[in-house]
């Protein structure tokens, strides 16, 4: 593997919640990735994602989280080898998402701790290399049609939003709760060498961009904390500059 090397994947949903010491995970759902040179074109869609996910099957406090999807669509492709360059994007797109987050007792108390409505949920990442500066480049973006956020874990409060967000748009932020949307993380794919100190930084080769992320930190919902997080359409884009052979994509 050498710099003329580049790695996207895309996936529209994930997540992993601890409460009670109980774990549930989840996704990533229609995962697709690929690795050029040489060219590809890789497409998954997913009519319908539908499930039903009990947090704690052993406590009295039933946490239940409800996740609805329509029309999945994860595409990753590249050109291959161009002149000077090498470039490759993946994108995420889901028509329309709804998560909803409650917790009752016997059915005779019902808490709303969070609910999520979203239409035309969309992601992208791109990473490119140029041969001749041997520079590389990468960027995210992320958008939606719409979006309402609501329930007693953000205050009873209800968010909303549409259009184009902003680079690591935080929409809400508790001790308990944050809500991030087109988070951008970049990072170095390979770990840093250890050269001598005169060397230049090492810049980002790899970005990944999550369209929606709400991450919990023992959130009280019903006198039970929840730890977890929740991604959807999420996006990731590497160039390689190190003879190194990166994993396997799944």
């Keep these: 593997m050498s710099s003329q090397d580049v790695l996207s994947e895309a996936d ?3 997540g992993s919640f601890v409460t009670g010491g109980h774990t549930t995970a989840f996704g990533p759902v229609g995962q697709v990735s690929g690795i050029a040179p040489p060219a590809f074109h890789h497409t998954v869609k997913i009519g319908a994602f539908d499930e039903t996910f009990s947090l704690d099957p052993t406590s009295l406090i039933d946490a239940t989280l409800q996740i609805n999807a329509t ?3 994860n ?3 590249s050109d291959g080898l161009g002149i000077d360059n090498i470039s490759t994007q993946s994108t995420s ?3 329309s998402a709804s998560i ?4 009752g007792v016997a059915s005779t108390l019902e808490i709303l701790g969070l609910s999520v409505a979203a239409t035309f949920i969309h992601s992208d990442s791109s ?3 140029v041969f001749g500066p041997d520079r590389g480049f990468v960027s995210g973006d992320a958008s939606f049609q719409s979006l309402s956020i609501s329930g007693s874990l953000i205050g009873g409060r209800t968010l909303t939003f549409s259009g184009d967000a902003a680079p690591n748009t935080v929409l809400y932020h508790s001790p308990t709760v944050t809500i991030t949307l087109d988070q951008q993380t970049l990072s170095d794919f390979l770990p840093p060498s250890p050269v001598a100190s005169a060397t230049p930084p090492i810049l980002p080769n790899r970005i990944t961009t999550d369209a929606l992320n709400i991450q919990l930190t023992n959130a009280p919902l019903l006198g039970s ?3 977890g997080h929740i991604s959807l359409g999420e996006t990731s884009a590497t160039y390689f500059t190190s003879p190194i052979v ?3 994509p799944v």
Excluded: F
């Design 12 to 14: 529209s949903l994930s």
């Design 71 to 73: 029309d999945l669509t």
């Design 246 to 248: 990166p994993p396997v």
């Design 225 to 227: 904390p929840i730890t």
């Design 100 to 103: 909803v987050l409650t917790a």
């Design 127 to 129: 990473a490119s290399y």
């Design 93 to 95: 797109d889901i028509g």
């Design 75 to 77: 595409m990753v492709s």
